[in-house]
């Protein structure tokens, strides 16, 4: 199903997202590994067997700016931005909407890279302007001692930069704490229009008081999105649970939250949806699955278009 054709360009409005006809929409799918760590993903195979197998509408490309090979380290710049804009190619060639994510996490504060970032969506937005499938994600997880407002302050000098190509797109923002803690942002929110503020979990390790803080900003009418979530520990290892991970979909039905999975590979940690040792790029099956793969195959059945 050619989604963008469909719904078109998405907008925020209050705390929603809606389509271009102002129907509300939840955005759902696949999140890849490190684009540097796993790039055989980034395919057509791929990418069409996420749409019409798996039934998902959005793919999300993660770009590590620090952590091995990454953009802003030791990572060649050329071949990453070649997987990204290959990555959004596939997304148009298919109808899916695609989240750039500036994978923020073992520099732990935006503002180390903020120079490179502005380059990175400088460059992305001018390619990509208005294209609708285009989600900007400008931090994944800040995280150490960084505070709400020094992310505001990465987020005022990158978001202008994208606005001038892309007036309308949706950009997520990162929240403190692994992008746990929208309640500080909550406080002091970001005066742009389509923003939505980002939420991380994982089912295993977090629990009742981390769904009450989303909740609570959620019925104050924040937007959130959650850009990545998985049903394991937050290490991406260790077992699943299955009673947490059934309490953060009630809550992300009772609110039409959009989520996204990590992560599409096939790696020792049961995050990663594919059985270690398994080379397939489409029509996995159980076997070739993890219980997190079979999980998000399943409810990403489930959902209705
Ligand atoms: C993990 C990867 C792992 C990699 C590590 C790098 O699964 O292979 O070695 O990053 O530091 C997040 C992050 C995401 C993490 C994931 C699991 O956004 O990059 O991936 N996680 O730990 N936040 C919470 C959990």
């Given amino acids: 199903m050619d989604h963008v054709g469909k719904h078109g360009a998405l907008k925020v409005s209050g705390r929603k997202l809606l389509d271009k006809d102002g129907c509300e929409v939840r955005q759902y799918g696949m999140s890849t590994h490190g684009l540097a760590w796993r790039p055989e993903f980034v395919c057509e195979e791929t990418f069409r067997a996420l749409r019409d197998e798996w039934n998902t509408n959005t793919v999300r490309l993660a770009l590590y700016t620090h952590e091995y090979h990454g953009y802003c380290t030791d990572g060649d710049k050329n071949e990453l931005m070649g997987l990204v804009i290959k990555g959004i190619e596939l997304a148009v060639s298919l109808g899916m909407y ?21 380059i990175f969506f400088r460059e992305l937005s001018a390619r990509y302007g208005n294209c609708p499938n285009m989600i900007y994600e400008i931090c994944n997880e800040p995280n150490g001692r960084t505070e709400w407002f020094e992310i ?3 987020a005022k000098r990158v978001i202008p930069i994208i606005r001038e190509n892309a007036p309308d797109s949706v950009i997520l923002v990162g929240t403190p704490e692994w992008s746990q803690h929208c309640d500080e942002a909550f ?50 290892h260790g077992d699943v649970d299955y009673v947490s991970t059934r309490e953060w979909f009630s809550l992300i039905d009772r609110y039409n939250l959009s989520y996204i999975c990590w992560s599409l590979s096939a790696t020792t940690e049961s995050s990663g ?12 099956q159980d076997a070739d699955l993890k219980k997190t793969g079979i999980w998000f195959r399943n409810r990403f059945l489930s959902e209705k278009n």
């Fill in 187 to 236: 406080e002091d929110m970001l005066d742009y229009d389509n923003i939505m503020y980002t939420f991380h979990f994982y089912a295993a390790t977090h629990l009742d008081s981390l769904r009450k803080r989303l909740s609570s900003c959620l019925d104050a009418g924040m937007p959130v999105f959650i850009s990545e979530c998985s049903i394991t520990e937050a290490s991406g």
């Fill in 152 to 154: 505001k302050e990465y």
């Fill in 273 to 284: 949806i594919i059985s270690k040792g398994c080379t397939k790029l489409s029509d996995w």
């Fill in 98 to 118: 695609v989240i750039v994510d500036w994978h923020v996490l073992g520099e732990m504060s935006p503002l180390i890279y903020a120079d490179e970032a502005e």
